[in-house]
């Protein structure tokens, strides 16, 4: 999990609130890496560290580094797992290894980037031939969750100071990764999965993405608490009529996901 700009600080605890749903994209995409064995992997957006051990289990010879750009989300991985790994602090955006990787590992960080035509093709020059690039993102730009996001944020006494912290679509159509990674690839993977997502508990859709996509807006308005509160409620009663309580008291949150695994030449 790379930490995007303009944000402050993560929060584990809240993040693996739901980690059941998040960890099994995760393992979804371990499941596709074409290699029987690697020497060299790192884990790059690892946040709290929940898939390293599943890296070391299924690569029991390889050296797993896990890179972070926050403290926070690696005291995490350290506290727990850190005997999986090597961790380091770093952003993504600007991470090299010192030496050619087998497999470079990004479970849902790489959206946090941006400029994916230039990151893309670098992170795949850091692998050895016939390393692997494996890659989930979510890809929940255009559904309801992030449209009443951004909608809401636009639409209020807070947009002078919401407005400037939307992003653009971050993830780019699966095309253009094939597009992007053939020129040097053996093959290339990509494909999408829509997670639909049984929650529970008041507000659910508004917790999950508290901790992630909305987490800097709630930020920018910490000093303005009456703010927060009101752009709170508000989103929250749009996120409730998208996604209505069914009568066993269960929510469903669709939950779109996309996969890009490539090997290189």
């Known amino acids: 999990m790379s930490q995007p700009a ?4 993560w929060d584990p605890v809240h993040y693996l609130k739901y980690a059941d749903q998040r960890l099994r994209p995760a393992l979804d995409l371990l499941a596709r890496v074409p290699l029987d064995r690697a ?30 750009s926050s403290g926070v989300m690696l005291d995490a991985a350290r506290a727990a797992y850190g005997a999986s790994a090597t961790w380091s602090q770093a952003d993504a955006a600007a991470w090299q290894p010192d030496v050619p990787q087998d497999l470079i590992y990004a479970n849902a ?44 944020a636009e639409n209020g006494p807070w947009a002078d100071t919401l ?25 290339v993977d ?19 993405i508290g901790s992630t996509a909305l987490k800097p807006l709630c930020e920018a308005l910490a000093l303005a608490n009456d703010q927060r509160t009101a752009f709170l409620e508000t989103l929250g009663n ?26 290189k030449a």
């Open 6 to 9: 303009g944000h402050k600080i």
């Open 39 to 68: 020497e060299r992997i790192t884990d790059l957006g690892c946040g709290p560290g929940t898939v390293t051990p599943h890296l070391a289990q299924a690569f029991p010879d390889a050296e797993i580094t896990g890179v972070d």
């Open 109 to 152: 960080a790489l959206q946090w980037l941006d400029d994916h035509l230039t990151l893309f093709p670098r992170l795949f020059g850091f692998l050895k031939p016939g390393g692997v690039l494996a890659v989930q993102m979510p890809n929940q730009y255009n559904n309801p969750s992030h449209v009443l996001m951004r909608e809401v």
């Open 163 to 187: 407005a400037p912290l939307l992003r653009p679509a971050p993830v780019a159509r699966p095309e253009d990764y094939v597009a992007w990674l053939s020129p040097k690839a053996a093959t």
């Open 190 to 208: 990509v494909w999408q999965t829509e997670y639909c997502q049984v929650m529970t508990g008041e507000d659910p859709v508004l917790d999950w």
């Open 238 to 263: 749009a996120l409730r009529n998208a996604y209505p309580r069914h009568p066993d008291g269960t929510t469903l949150f669709p939950f779109r996901r996309l996969f890009i695994v490539a090997v």
